[in-house]
């Protein structure tokens, strides 16, 4: 197998490494979304699909080994891709040019995603691991009433919003350059996938954005 | 001539030797809008040599936008801030009177600088070497039609076909990846019979040579194609990756 750790470990292999898991992690966010947006209903309905959840454990332990494996490899080939892509230039331009020439969102990939990854830390932290391990809201299923008070804090709701806009401008670039890189760039068909990808990333922070601001300006952060 | 001239200043990269270190040098000209970028630079260099100075040293043979020899970062952009065309092929008439230009060399680790505005960008040549030709005998011209081509796709080899070497692409790229010029080299004969035979060893064997030679990874910040005096598209750069999978899928080089 010493030819497919080549292929994967090529410019062009790397790259598919990145597309396929960016792939698979917008696919993730389709359904944390849903499952999120759950909240506008209530505590009733929000509360029996986590404890729906809770009760295919076992399975949900499996995807969330999957996921963070996917998560590790997106990671760790975006560094290695941005350092080693950096060493290919050792002497920069004193006159920059790139912003006439591409868009800020195409650059930026590696600081998007970073600040992404510190987000994914704190939102880990403060979300998944009470809702696994506190016991008055694991056992007593008071999902919702977590939920409310971690959004109670102002700088964790702003933070919130910040990183998933971000998570936006990861995304604006990241949908389109993915099949670019399958090679799925085709003129009949790449315009829609590329206003596909604007209309997605755009939603998603939107619709993501929208749970902290709903709890702490109309919920009244009660 | 009795066009009103243009009054530039011009910081110009000067550097002795590959390990010595570079700055820019300051320049002031007064020169005709209808001159060109490369006759700009003649002018200064037949100033500098009456003064027994050394001349700025840059590349150029056709200037006529074919033949890929010269280019320039020029405001940070290579060949310019005009699209579609080669540094030789820039006029004066494009810059404002009291405008200060900056002029660089290509810069990228697969490109060491030789001197002042001159880099080697043989590492181009080694990777077209790896493969980027067809070795099966072709014969001599055949009658018209004998092998059939969709006009179509004769039209998009071409296009492909028309990259001139110029190495804008990697100048411009934020990571200096060739993958505009190999995609576009691979493409003109992955879409023709000819090219057929050699297909996969081709695109196996030039993205080898292209990740050895220290060019980056494609990021598809699509600045290459922005930059190339062909307009050489970004879809080449899509089919080269597919050549490339079905490569691997497909080929017997375990060894590659
Ligand atoms: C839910 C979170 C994320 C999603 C949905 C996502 C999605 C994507 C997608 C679809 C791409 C495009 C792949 C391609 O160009 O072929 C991409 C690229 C990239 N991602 Fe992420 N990503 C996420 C998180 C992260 C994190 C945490 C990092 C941390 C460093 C990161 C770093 C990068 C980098 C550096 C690139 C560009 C690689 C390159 O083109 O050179 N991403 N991402
Ligand atoms: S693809 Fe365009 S920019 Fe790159 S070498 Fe060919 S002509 Fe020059
Ligand atoms: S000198 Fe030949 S392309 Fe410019």
């Known amino acids: 197998m010493g030819w497919l750790s080549r292929a994967l470990n090529s410019s062009i292999g790397k790259k598919f490494v990145m597309a396929l898991t960016g792939i698979c992690l917008i696919l993730f966010l389709v359904i944390h979304l849903i499952n999120n947006l759950t909240l506008f209903a209530g505590p009733e309905l929000f509360n029996s699909v986590v404890k729906g959840l809770d009760g295919i454990k076992p399975l949900i332990r499996v995807i969330e080994v999957i996921l963070a494996l996917i998560f590790i490899f997106h990671i760790y080939e975006g560094v290695r891709l941005w350092w080693e892509n950096k060493k290919a230039r050792p002497v920069n331009y004193t006159v920059n040019g790139s912003s006439k020439n591409s868009d800020i969102f195409s650059r930026t990939m590696i600081w998007t995603g970073s600040i992404v990854f510190i987000f994914l830390v704190i939102h880990l932290r403060t979300l998944w691991v009470t809702f696994n391990f506190d016991p008055t809201v694991h056992e007593g299923h008071r999902y919702y009433d977590a939920v409310v008070s971690a959004f109670q804090s102002p700088v964790y709701s702003l933070f919130y919003v910040v990183a998933v806009v971000i998570l936006g401008f990861h995304l604006n670039h990241g949908f389109q350059s993915a099949f670019q890189t399958f090679g799925w760039n085709h003129k009949k068909y790449f315009p829609f996938i590329q206003k596909l990808g604007m209309i997605y990333s755009t939603l998603t922070a939107l619709a993501f954005a929208s749970i902290p601001i709903y709890f702490l300006f109309f919920f009244g952060g009660k | ?256």
């Open chain 2, 1 to 256: 001539m009795n066009e009103k001239k243009i009054n530039l200043t011009l910081k110009i990269w000067r550097q002795v030797s590959p390990k010595s270190p570079g700055n820019f040098s300051e320049y002031k000209i007064a020169v005709s809008p209808d001159s060109s970028f490369l006759e700009m630079l003649d002018e200064i260099n037949n100033d500098l040599e009456s003064r027994s100075l050394e001349p700025i040293a840059f590349e150029s043979d056709c200037r006529e936008g074919i033949c890929g020899t010269c280019g320039l970062v020029i405001n940070g952009e290579p060949h310019g801030p005009l699209r579609k065309i080669a540094t030789c092929q820039l006029h004066m008439r494009n810059f404002k009177d009291g405008d200060t230009i900056y002029v660089e060399p290509f810069r990228a680790k697969a490109f060491p600088l030789v001197k002042d505005l001159i880099v080697d960008r043989s590492a181009m040549d080694r990777i077209m070497e790896a493969g980027g030709f067809i070795s099966v005998n072709t014969g001599s011209i055949p009658d018209a039609n004998a092998i059939q081509v969709p006009k179509d796709i004769a039209s998009e080899a071409m296009d492909a076909a028309s990259c001139i070497g110029c190495g804008a692409c990697v100048a411009s790229c934020k990571n200096a990846s060739a993958m505009l010029f190999v995609s576009a080299k691979v493409s003109q004969f992955a879409l023709l019979p000819q090219g057929q035979t050699e297909r996969y060893n081709r695109v196996e064997a030039m993205v080898k040579k292209m990740d050895e030679l220290g060019f980056g990874a494609c990021s598809n910040t699509y600045a290459c194609e922005a930059e190339c005096p062909k307009g050489i598209s970004v879809k080449n750069i899509a089919r080269m990756n597919r050549e490339y999978f079905m490569a691997k899928v497909k080929s017997d080089n375990v060894e590659v």
